[in-house]
């Protein structure tokens, strides 16, 4: 009888073996590293209607969040500013900007500017911003170095782990809520000093942020 | 095996260059790995809707609609409206109030600081954190902003400056939308903290601290 299999077919199921590892090795890494939040989402930067830079008007001109983010400290959504709180300004200033042409026409006829959304909780998550800014938790935490952003894009992740990340251990975040607006504030004495006041914050407030299931999908 | 290896390697480096790398800025909306629930039959705010002619989901008041308990924690004096002194800045016979509505709690330090806050983020872009006109966007050529301090603006009563928020005047629009009707009283008593202020004198600072200041 002669010799169905060579001899190197001893080392096959070895080989096989080997290879499903490498495979299965970089399926895992592909999905971890494809399939969730920080490459789906952070970066995400649409054009937006009007080229409306943070840089100039929060940073330059140094305008708190809330004047045009008026709902953040009241409630659950931080609402993107009408076209009247453009018209603040703007009815002084570049009146007659080719870039401003879309505000101007929502003012004159109360339909509003169609401002692309960019960060998106899924809709079986609760998320409420006044619960964070009353508790000085800043908006530098979730939504990066906006008064730095020409065009806003998304910069952290915001999934269930990255919430989690500060649910369990808010010492290391919670400011004075006077400064949840500042987002280049730092603690002058550095991670230390926030983990001590930040400690002391979470004593005195009580702060107590849901880890259950039910506190965020409601 | 050497060639299934490396076309293993080829297919990774295609993968990497068509998919790039995390972080990096893109137009092209987020890529829903499991879409299961993320968008449920319900509107959130500032939504848009098919099934409105103009597309919005948050709907605006009809014509004649008080919304109740919008604009004000207080249920008794918010029903309809009804107090013409929070809401209007006027008093029983339609003349501006010169003192404070009765339903709004006239304590000096809670008024005060909330009214600082809210004067802080939403006045002092123009009118300057003193409340002398001279607010960043001055240098941009908003010059129409005038000062408080000026005698017309002091002798405006209390009402008639709550009117200008709530209202607006001339150039500068209203700020109702942004300030509920006790926010507004509260600015109303930091712009008149700021007047007190502007124009106070050495008699008026307390014994105490007269030495920081170096004055006898």
New interface residues.
Partial sequence: MSKLFPKSANKLPLQIIILVFVLGGIATAATTYYATNKYTNVGYAPVQPVPFSHALHAGQLGIDCRYCHVGVDKGPTSTVPTSQTCMNCHNQVKTDSPLLQVVRDSYASGDPVPWVKIHQAPDYVYFNHSVHIARGVSCVECHGRIDEMDVVHQAKPLSMGFCLDCHRAPENFVRDPKLVTKLDWKHPEGVEGQVRDGKKFVHDWNIKPPQSCSGCHR | ?RY??LT?FLI?VL?VSI?GF????????????FPD????A?Y???AESAFFA?G?ADR?LPAGVVAYGRDTDMPAAGFLKADATLFEGKDSKGAWLTGFPSAVTVDPAKLLERGQ?RF???CA??HGALGDGNG??KQ???G?TPTFHDDAKRKLANGEIFNVITHGKG????YA??LPAEDRWAVVAYVRALQRAAHANAADVPPGHKSELGIK
């Fill in positions: 095996m299934v290896y293993l990774v993968g998919f995390r972080g990096s800025l893109s137009t092209r909306s987020p890529l829903e790995v629930m993320d968008h449920q319900k959130k705010p500032q103009d919005r605006p806050d802080t983020i939403y872009p123009c960043i966007t941009y050529g908003m129409a150039n500068m629009l209203s939308d942004k």
